[in-house]
């Protein structure tokens, strides 16, 4: 069974935040992309879930728009959340 602490919305101003990350491997190598361009930070390529947009068209539409390559997206193989101070993302 799931248990939920109750919060206030007010704690997170956006609400929930549907999102979604690319595992990219080619050749035994991963695909990372700079968190943004002044950061010297290292993530794989992801954001935010279209209203409306499938979750494996996110991944591909992420990874092209960060990295400027095309995937195919092939499964979803993990699902999770992160609530941080400000912020809960699923």
Partial sequence: MLYIK???MKKFSKGIEVVTT????????I????????????VFPGGHI???EEILK?????????????IKAIK??????????????V
Avoid at 22 to 29: E, G, P, R, T, Y
Avoid at 58 to 69: A, F, P, Q
């Fill in 76 to 89: 979803i193989f993990n699902c999770g959340e992160a609530i941080l101070s400000k912020s809960h993302f």
């Fill in 31 to 42: 695909l990372l992309a700079r968190a943004n361009k002044e950061s010297d930070i290292w």
């Fill in 6 to 8: 109750s919060v206030t």
């Fill in 22 to 29: 690319a595992f990219v491997i080619k050749d035994n190598k």
């Fill in 58 to 70: 996110s991944c591909e539409r992420e990874v092209e728009e960060e990295t400027g390559l095309n």
């Fill in 50 to 52: 279209e209203p409306g």
